[in-house]
């Protein structure tokens, strides 16, 4: 089956400690990107990457990482996490970006205490 | 500054009863707009996308409409069943700083029986 797989899907940790959000795609998409969704405002997106090796900055991409070493995984990683960090997050993949239709993971739900 | 408006917030109707939701932008110039429909706990899904030449696209009980002029979008959804309670989110490629994804807020649904 096609789809975007992050894990964990909820995650409580504290503020300071190192987390990764993994993310992997099965459909050989170029384009991937991880997003993330607070109360009333829309999605943002905090990096994103065209091919392997190739990362871009998003809007929001302060106090996180992101690595493309292979086609198929994009993982995030937020360094020290602090609680404005507390978020829903979702990755998502396309073929090849730009307007084409997104396919998102379940999300990821960070309480950073 | 936020380029692409939903109304309403939020809305509530009974089963079998039809709804409209709106989706406002002013973002310019334009190429096309996605609706996603997100249910609680899950990643949005595209359900149509609406490029500029187009005026009213279906996708079995769901109708979007586009006007371009007005740079309005609706998302008309038919004899509604308790499985259509999630958040519609409308998302436009268009120029910001450069050519990006522009998210709205959402409108969240819910069906009662």
């Known amino acids: 089956e096609a789809q975007v797989t992050q894990n964990p899907r909820y995650l409580i940790t504290v503020t300071g400690k190192k987390l990764t959000v993994t993310c992997s795609q099965n459909m050989n998409h170029e384009y991937m990107s991880w997003y993330r969704q607070d109360p009333g405002l829309g999605l943002r997106q905090i990096y994103y990457s065209m091919n392997v090796e190739a990362t871009d900055k998003g809007d929001v991409p302060e106090g996180y990482k992101v690595s493309r070493k292979e086609k198929r995984n994009f993982p995030l990683i937020l360094e020290s996490p602090s609680p404005n960090q507390t978020s829903l997050y979702f990755c998502?993949?396309?073929?090849?970006?730009?307007?084409?239709?997104?396919?998102f993971g379940s999300g990821t739900q960070l309480s950073v205490l | 500054k936020n380029q692409v408006e939903q109304s309403p917030q939020s809305l509530i109707i009974l089963e079998g009863k039809n709804c409209t939701l709106q989706c406002n932008y002013t973002v310019s110039p334009f190429s096309n707009l996605r609706w996603y429909k997100q249910d609680t706990g899950r990643g949005p899904v595209s359900l149509t996308i609406?490029?500029?030449s187009e005026n009213t696209k279906s996708n079995g009980r769901y109708t979007a409409t586009l006007d371009a002029d007005t740079k309005q979008s609706s998302l008309h959804i038919t004899a509604s069943q308790l499985s259509d309670s999630a958040s519609y989110i409308c998302v436009v490629w268009g120029m910001d700083s450069n050519y990006q994804l522009i998210w709205g807020a959402g409108t969240k649904l819910i069906i009662k029986p």
């Open positions: 609406m490029t500029f």
């Open positions: 998502a993949s396309s073929l090849q970006g730009g307007d084409e239709k997104l396919f």
